[in-house]
């Protein structure tokens, strides 16, 4: 059974950081892509963050140089430090998994995590 647990979403003020969390069970972790995504309100969910297998990221414009995505693959785990927080970061971010890749037999689909709020506000 595949589980993915998110934690580390709450309140914050306009220039503070927080560090979400999103710990997996049930999937190969160490070969899969990982991601977080948000949906603000009134928005489309959209990506924020990525990363590969191997370690390499991507960012959405908007939050290059104050977002970081990192994965520790002993721990099954996935995170994204946020930094210089604004209000339009306000959100649901969500953990997502990505497709296991070709090479490997097993199933691949892919998975989403429950969703913690972000609240960036005075």
């Known amino acids: 059974q595949v589980q993915l647990v998110e934690s580390g979403g709450g309140l914050v003020q306009p220039g503070g950081s927080l560090r979400l969390s999103c710990v997996t069970s049930?999937?190969?972790?160490?070969?899969?892509?990982m991601a977080w995504y948000r949906q603000g309100p009134g928005k489309q969910r959209e990506l924020v963050a990525g990363?590969?297998?191997?370690?390499?990221?991507n960012y959405v414009n908007s939050v290059k140089g104050r977002f970081t995505i990192s994965r520790d693959n002993a721990k099954n785990t996935v995170y994204l430090q946020m930094n210089s927080l604004k209000p339009e970061d306000t959100a649901v971010y969500y953990c997502?998994?990505?497709?296991?890749?070709?090479?490997?037999?097993?199933?691949?689909?892919?998975?989403w995590g429950q969703g913690t709020q972000v609240t960036v506000s005075l």
């Open positions: 997502y998994v990505g497709p296991l890749p070709p090479s490997y037999y097993g199933n691949r689909s892919t998975y």
């Open positions: 049930g999937v190969i972790f160490s070969v899969r892509p």
């Open positions: 990363i590969s297998s191997g370690g390499t990221t």
